[in-house]
T-cell receptor
Framework: AQSVTQLDSHVSVSEGTPVLLRCNYS??????LFWYVQHPNKGLQLLLK??????LVKGINGFEAEFKKSETSFHLTKPSAHMSDAAEYFC?????????????FGAGTRLAVHP | GAGVSQTPSNKVTEKGKYVELRCDPI?????LYWYRQSLGQGPEFLIY????????DSGLPNDRFFAVRPEGSVSTLKIQRTERGDSAVYLC???????????FGQGTRLTVV
């Protein structure tokens, strides 16, 4: 069975400092992994995706994530936080490599960015 | 349309009533998904359509929940005999075809009182 665990429910950083949102996954198959962001009163937006190509994945708005099979991790990072990054972030796994069927979401990490 | 549209944006209903939630996917998208997001939780898969047929309905919690997509475009999620535990945000997503990026609507917030 596939699942994801987001290790922090809340993360707070100062503007201009690095962001690290942690995610561990469990998958019986070679997984596809994603990060989605949800701003208040807006729909979920795809930040980036891993589908068995390069292990370091670059996404929108300066975010990136590294797939580490040995650690079953897919942590999201950004070198310098902006106020506009404040949102809820979801790590997602799908059972089908390369596919988007039946996305399985983690519980989410709420990112707060302080001036 | 420009994106996935869900109506209504908010719905308050009394316990025991029947509700319908509508999803208009992006034009031309063949795959459509329904998710439910409870407070403080990540979205939970309900059902997935490829064209008109439900390819995977394993996430529907019980037989009070049903979804249709008769013409392969608009989908309706139907909930009978609503319970307070059904209160959540119901999200719809669509993709051009299976295996491509899914785009989400803003959701319908259902409150059962």
């Amino acid at each position: 069975a596939q699942s994801v665990t987001q290790l922090d429910s809340h993360v707070s950083v100062s503007e201009g400092t690095p962001v690290l949102l942690r995610c561990n996954y469990s998958s019986s198959y070679s997984p596809s992994l994603f990060w989605y962001v949800q701003h208040p009163n807006k729909g979920l937006q795809l930040l980036l995706k891993y589908t068995s190509a390069a292990t370091l994945v670059k996404g929108i708005n300066g975010f990136e994530a590294e797939f580490k099979k040995s650690e079953t991790s897919f942590h999201l990072t950004k070198p310098s936080a902006h106020m506009s990054d404040a949102a809820e972030y979801f790590c997602v796994v799908t059972p089908f490599s390369g596919g988007y069927n039946k996305l399985i979401f983690g519980a989410g990490t709420r990112l707060a960015v302080h001036p | 349309g420009a994106g996935v549209s869900q109506t209504p944006s908010n719905k308050v209903t009394e316990k025991g009533k029947y509700v319908e939630l509508r999803c208009d996917p992006i034009s031309g998208h063949t795959a459509l998904y329904w998710y439910r997001q409870s407070l403080g939780q990540g979205p939970e898969f309900l059902i997935y359509f490829q064209g008109t047929g439900a390819a995977d309905d394993s996430g529907l919690p019980n037989d009070r929940f049903f979804a249709v997509r008769p013409e392969g475009s608009v989908s309706t999620l139907k909930i009978q005999r609503t319970e307070r535990g059904d209160s959540a945000v119901y999200l719809c997503a669509s993709s051009f075809r299976t295996g491509q990026e899914a785009f989400f609507g803003q959701g319908t917030r259902l409150t059962v009182v």
